[in-house]
């Protein structure tokens, strides 16, 4: 019953926001970029459900641009990521030895920062844009793929099926990629969606602090960020920002949930 009403509402909630950020690519209410200075800071209204903001851009176009390039940065951050620290936990679990020693040595060091904090000096350096923050989300989140893979990989590398594979003179290369990557799915599944969501809450971290998608462009972070002098005059400018990524997070958190259990029976509680 948990199961099924957590990968509901999480599979709803999930639904609406990539819907909305599919459906901003070739629609919105009004132009999202779009300066009206006589509209500005006006309430919600039958012309703008969600108000306006300080230069009169209509609120809700803005929500769902924002959606857009808050799931395409998570996505890519994800995608990124999950390369990356596969290939790094598939051959440090699978080599052993000097290899997997030097590779974790490495890992681990990048492990010790926080993600946003190594992901703030990244971007300090790189400077605020799409790109630059999907880097530097996907380096950041790159050493904890690599853990988790490289766990799987240790258990799945002693099976039978793996030494039979070695005995009939395949190659480690082919091994790794047909028999042992496969077994690191289900929990690459679950830590992904996981990713996703932590992606979407730091980007708009990073946006909030100026250090993402610079503006004009929106996300829900910059709108937030452009919200707090107008807290007490509008304050729907931050509550819808806020209320997505909140909903957003509920989301991926109850999906991951679900997927957790399915994929996994012996977390699911008794």
């Not at 999950?82 to 974790?104: E, K, T």
């Amino acid at each position: 019953m948990r199961l099924r009403l957590n990968a509901l509402i999480g599979g709803t909630l999930m639904a609406l926001v990539v819907g909305t950020a599919v459906t901003s690519a070739f629609w919105t209410p009004q132009n999202p970029l779009r300066i009206a200075m006589r509209a500005r800071l006006n309430a919600p209204s039958a012309a703008h459900w969600l108000g306006t903001d300080e230069v009169g851009r209509d609120v809700v176009s803005r929500l769902m641009a924002g959606a857009g390039t808050s799931c395409l940065v998570a996505a890519l951050t994800v995608l990124a990521a999950v390369v990356l620290g596969s290939l790094i936990g598939l051959v440090a679990g699978f080599a052993r030895g000097w290899v997997d020693r030097v590779l974790m040595l490495v890992n681990d060091a990048l492990l010790a920062f926080p993600g946003i904090l190594l992901a703030l000096g990244l971007l300090a350096v790189m400077g605020p844009s799409q790109w630059g923050i999907v880097t530097a989300l996907g380096l950041a989140y790159t050493p904890t793929v690599a853990r988790i893979v490289r766990g799987a990989v240790l258990s799945i590398r002693e099976r039978e099926f793996v030494e039979a594979s070695r005995s009939i003179g395949n190659s480690d290369a082919y091994t790794m990629w047909r028999h042992v990557l496969p077994g690191t799915v289900s929990p690459l599944i679950v830590l992904a969606t996981s990713l996703f969501g932590w992606a979407i809450l730091a980007e708009s971290a990073l946006s909030f602090l100026g250090l993402g998608v610079p503006p004009p462009a929106p996300t829900w972070g910059n709108m937030l960020s452009a919200a707090r002098p107008y807290l007490e005059t509008a304050v729907w400018l931050s509550l819808a920002p806020g209320a997505c990524i909140a909903l957003t997070l509920l989301g991926v958190n109850l999906l991951g949930d679900a997927l957790r259990d399915h994929l996994d029976p012996r977390s699911s509680p008794q």
